[in-house]
């Protein structure tokens, strides 16, 4: 049987802002914005097409369920990207907000409108000193929908930059082929594992084995077995990056499932 892991605002011109600089892993070239003229509200991107190709979601099991957070009003910024995405948030005053504390005294956060496999929406912001801001977005009929989790950068007033497709050409994901391989020796899909999210600025995409048949080590296993890693996204101070590896600075352990302190040839320097 495979194991379900539990995993688990400002307008657009006032950004919050955050410095994710740890040393960084190998990785390859960032997701960097393009230059694009202001405009206005309603110009931005209605929603993503259900064709589109996104980035692993959030695992099926659990949703955006994670430890933390308390139930609040919606914060501005968060409020702002997802009603720009057409994604209804009218009378949203009991949500799931997270605060996270990043450098210079800013605060991120991560926000769903309901914790579990039911949610509607999930955010996370990453900010930077200098104006920029990343959002990691997952919409599920609210009514809008991605497929998969989005990646996007706000600049000033100018309208979000969806840079998904940048980040999946980096990404060097597991292929089809490849996934059937070890779905046919138990293995589940692979999704966005957000457990420590809400402590470093950095999500890992994996896949995890049936507990009662460990995979046989090889390019992509770790945990002894246990899962498949299919590559880290991070927030590089001002753009997001996929990373094949990370600084042990950016993967925190605790022996937890997808979490182990050994047996992770992924995580450098532990």
Known sequence: MIRSHLMPSVSLMLLLACSACAPAGERVAPAAPTASPAANPEALP????????GLPALPEASGSAHPGGRYAAMPEPARQV?????CNVEGASNVQVLSIPAQG????FMVTDRSGPRFRYWIRSFSSS???????????????S????????????APLQ????SLLAQAGLPDAATMTAYQDKGAGDLFAFIGPLDKVPVLRWVAEADPEQPLAADARSFD???????GFLRWNQDHFEV??????GLWPCDDSPLLPCKGDPFVTGR
């Open 162 to 165: 969806d840079v998904t497709a």
């Open 224 to 230: 002894h077995g246990n899962a498949i890693h299919g």
């Open 146 to 157: 991605t497929t998969g989790m989005r990646a996007y950068i706000a600049q000033g007033a």
């Open 105 to 108: 005294g800013r605060q991120d």
């Open 46 to 53: 209605a929603q993503t097409l259900p064709t589109d190709r």
């Open 243 to 248: 990373a094949r590896t990370v600084p042990a």
């Open 82 to 86: 997802l009603m720009h995405l057409k």
């Open 130 to 144: 200098g104006g920029t801001t990343g959002y990691l977005v997952q919409l599920r009929d609210c009514p809008a």
